[in-house]
């Protein structure tokens, strides 16, 4: 049996500490050590105790020496740990984003592939069956596509501080729209051309603009446009649309409620995060009508609600880190990738600064 991957797990957050106990039950992986700046003010998972704690990342480096690196921290930390973890031998798990400008995200991935090093992206829809189902049912749809996606979050309680924390490194339509507009672009597998980006700020608390949209067209044809909010002002209703049209038809993500819910007592829906990506079930609409104008097919549904949670699919993008360093897989289409949707990002970011369309190179 092969050795366990030796992995330093940095940052315990919401994603943080989901990974963190991928690792701790799996046997693939050995946790050599925890690391995030307030470590040791702060209560850690019952699962998670014992292991040897860091609140300095290059001392933790050099202590744990690891044969990988889990990189869970604030998105303006990413790149610079990345690359120290890369050139100390390490191979490297990374949360979305790959960095907070496309400079930094081109010389990671140089790295990892001048020192051979895996670098697997936290792009978490990219394991997750219905939404591989979503993109598989949207490419039979004829092109153009018109692909309408958004994720608005109400921010109380907990997600107050994390929203208000992450809007101090990224606004939302950059760091939640590089999912979004990757799967845009694993719909179209087209080039993107054009970006547009509005914004706005409501919330006196954070740093940036903490509501944005982007629209984004493809040389195809094909047209999206993506929008998050995040505060406690921001609306319950509409939060979460996910579909995309085409020539023969529609396909929807519906997410669901059970039945007799009371809507108005449950408080800030749009932030739990495992909302972020329940489908529940897909809606195929087929667009072909006979001779009396009549719709020749009812809708399909597709069942989801055995789709697996938010812990099921961080074990599963770690089982994909594990057999991506035990097997060499070459990871050359998901690192492209990673640097194109934070292009397309950064670019509506730019879009709003300079109030004008950004042509994509």
């Not at 690196?69 to 690359?83: D, L």
């Amino acid at each position: 049996m092969a050795d366990a991957v030796k992995v330093l797990v940095v940052g315990l957050g919401n994603m943080g500490a989901s990974h963190a106990s991928a690792y701790h039950r799996n046997p693939g992986f050995e946790i050599v050590g925890i690391m995030s700046r307030s470590i040791k003010s702060k209560p850690i998972p019952d699962e998670l105790k014992g292991y040897p704690l860091f609140e300095d990342y290059d001392e933790a480096l050099k202590a744990t020496k690891p044969d990988a690196v889990s990189i869970n921290s604030w998105p303006n930390t990413h790149a610079e740990y990345a690359i120290k973890a890369m050139n100390a031998g390490a191979h490297v798990f990374m949360e979305k984003p790959l960095a907070t400008n496309i400079e930094d995200a081109e010389a990671v991935v140089k790295l990892a592939r001048e020192k051979n090093r895996k670098l697997v992206l936290g792009y978490i829809l990219r394991v997750h069956p219905s939404w591989m189902k979503f993109i598989e049912l949207g490419k039979t749809l004829g092109k153009p596509l018109v692909m309408r996606l958004n994720l608005n979050q109400q921010s109380n309680g907990p997600a107050w501080g994390w929203h208000k924390n992450l809007i101090d490194s990224l606004i939302p339509i950059v760091d939640c729209g590089v999912h979004y507009v990757d799967v845009m672009c694993q719909l179209t597998e087209a080039k993107p051309v054009r970006v547009h980006g509005i914004g706005a700020k409501l919330w006196d608390d954070a740093a940036k603009q903490n509501y944005g949209h982007l629209h984004v067209t493809f040389d195809d044809g094909s047209v999206g446009w993506y929008e998050a909010g995040w505060g406690p002002m921001m609306s319950e209703e509409a939060f979460f649309v996910k579909d995309v049209v085409g020539p023969r038809g529609a396909v929807s993500i519906v997410p669901g409620h059970s039945e007799g819910k009371d809507q108005l007592a449950d408080i800030s829906d749009s932030a739990d995060i495992d909302r972020h990506t329940k489908t529940d079930a897909i809606r195929y609409h087929h667009a072909e009508v006979g001779p009396d104008k009549n719709f020749v097919k009812k809708d399909e549904m597709f069942n989801m609600e055995d789709e697996p949670g938010h812990q099921d699919l961080c074990d599963r993008e770690q089982e994909f880190f594990l057999k991506a360093i035990r097997e060499d897989l070459d990871l050359s289409e998901s690192m492209d990738a990673a640097v194109n949707s934070l292009r397309i990002v950064l670019a509506a970011e730019q879009s709003i600064h300079e109030k004008r369309a950004i042509e994509l190179a």
